[in-house]
């Protein structure tokens, strides 16, 4: 910046040696600088630079230098003086020392050792190493409250989702909540509730506890089923019937062979005591010499005469005498005997010299031995034969509406109880799954009239119901 002296000697001319004089007279304590001497005092104290608070005329001994002075060359009177950097005008040099406090970034006037600390910008704008709200002296920092010490502030913003009680370590939006204890453990605003868990009908059970319908307070564990409102009142799966401990309950009527006579007795009628006969009934009659209580009156072939004859000891008496067995001297002829189609003979003797029978095309078998309709409770009645392996569907012949299908055959036998057929029935058709058909007349019977030749139940095969 600033050049010393030359220390080199040299002739000084008469007239710069008088101007250096002069000089050195004016600048002298005590006296007053002259032009050059003002001009270079003000050159080397500028505004706003460390003043030189030496004395300027004792350190530029050299004529060159006055010579330079009257061209107007101040600097080469001045004292060599630090360098300060100051790009941003800010008056803080980058370079410190006799510069003053350090400016931290020299393109930025706002960022100075004499700054504000701000806050929330990110910068260390005074200076000292510190950043936001690192500094103390920061200003307009966010305070973020956090007394429990569970990492939540009360403050939100920035201080992140607000702890709703700082007192409480285990209350803020990271927490879990506890169902029903009426506290907001995570500061959602509201307690959790577990219906599971709660009393809401006050009848001492809760669902967790096998309360089926909590909107209810005759509906829990314990409670009575009344066994007709469609409710499962004890909640144990059991709805009205199906539950043993229901009270209220209509009686139940138990018909197995589907002769419209019950085992329960009372409500449901007359008590039958054979329920898998459907001949053994209270509105049957008596059939002398079979051994049986017939008409379930707790007899056993009351009425009959004692000395009728079993001739061919098949366990029928003589029609002749008021028995069953149309022809008692031969034991393959009774009531309880199997048809043979086409031979003429009545070997069950229902009156029919031979049964209808039909040999299909295919040589399979389809025979119809009984048909009875009771047109008061809708219930027919089917009996037959037919080839092993083939099933039977009934239909009405008049109508075409099937009755019945699937009805199995075994050995060689099948029959039906379908029960809710619409009158009037007149002709039916049975039907074998390979194709073959026959028709038969259907015999129309009254409840109050009730006694034929019924052996639905003695042959060993499954009834068929519909």
Not at 146 to 169: I, K, Q, T
Not at 372 to 394: C, D, E, M, P, Y
């Amino acid at each position: 910046m600033k050049q010393k002296m030359n220390a080199k000697a040299a002739v000084i001319p008469a007239a710069v040696f008088f101007l250096f004089t002069m000089l050195f007279m004016a600048a002298g304590p005590g006296h007053a600088f002259n032009s050059i001497g003002n001009a270079v005092n003000t050159y080397c104290e500028p505004t706003g630079i460390q003043p030189y608070t030496g004395d300027c005329n004792l350190c530029h001994a050299n004529a060159d230098n006055f010579a330079a002075a009257e061209s107007g060359d101040y600097a080469v009177f001045c004292p060599d003086e630090p360098g300060c950097t100051d790009n941003d005008g800010d008056t803080y040099a980058i370079e410190g020392g006799d510069c003053g406090p350090v400016d931290c970034d020299d393109t930025d006037a706002a960022i100075n050792p004499g700054a504000v600390e701000n806050c929330n910008d990110g910068f260390d704008n005074n200076c000292n190493g510190l950043i936001d709200d690192q500094d103390p002296a920061a200003v307009g920092c966010e305070v973020c409250t956090d007394s429990d010490l569970d990492g939540y502030a009360v403050e939100g913003g920035n201080c992140g989702p607000v702890d709703c009680d700082d007192s409480d370590a285990g209350i803020n939006p990271g927490a879990a909540d506890i169902p029903n204890n009426g506290i907001d453990e995570n500061c959602d605003g509201a307690d959790s509730v577990d219906t599971s868990i709660l009393d809401n009908d006050g009848d001492g059970f809760t669902p967790a506890e096998g309360d089926c319908d909590d909107t209810d307070g005759d509906i829990y564990p314990g409670a009575v089923e009344i066994c007709t409102d469609g409710i499962d009142n004890d909640c144990n799966g059991l709805i009205d019937t199906q539950d043993p401990n229901a009270v209220d309950c209509p009686q139940t009527c138990i018909d197995n062979d589907g002769d419209s006579f019950a085992v329960d007795g009372g409500e449901c009628g007359p008590v039958d005591c054979d329920d898998n006969d459907a001949a053994t009934n209270p509105g049957a009659e008596e059939i002398c010499g079979d051994g049986l209580d017939n008409d379930c009156d707790g007899l056993i072939d009351e009425g009959c005469d004692v000395t009728c004859p079993d001739a061919d000891n098949d366990g029928y008496q003589d029609a002749a005498c008021g028995g069953t067995d149309c022809n008692d001297n031969d034991a393959a002829i009774n009531p309880g005997a199997m048809e043979i189609p086409g031979n003429g003979i009545d070997e069950n003797c229902n009156g029919n010299s031979d049964d209808v029978v039909l040999t299909c095309p295919d040589g399979t078998l389809l025979v119809i031995k009984k048909v009875k309709f009771n047109s008061r409770n809708g219930k027919l009645k089917v009996q037959g034969r037919a080839t092993v392996g083939t099933t039977i569907a009934i239909i009405n012949a008049d109508t075409g509406e099937t009755l019945a299908e699937g009805i199995e055959v075994k050995g060689g036998k099948w029959k039906a109880m379908i029960r809710n057929v619409e009158g009037p029935l007149e002709n039916i058709s049975a039907i074998t799954s390979n194709g073959c058909a026959v028709d038969e007349e259907v015999g129309t019977k009254d409840r109050k009239h009730q006694k034929e030749d019924d052996d639905y139940g003695n042959d060993d095969v499954d009834m068929h119901e519909e």
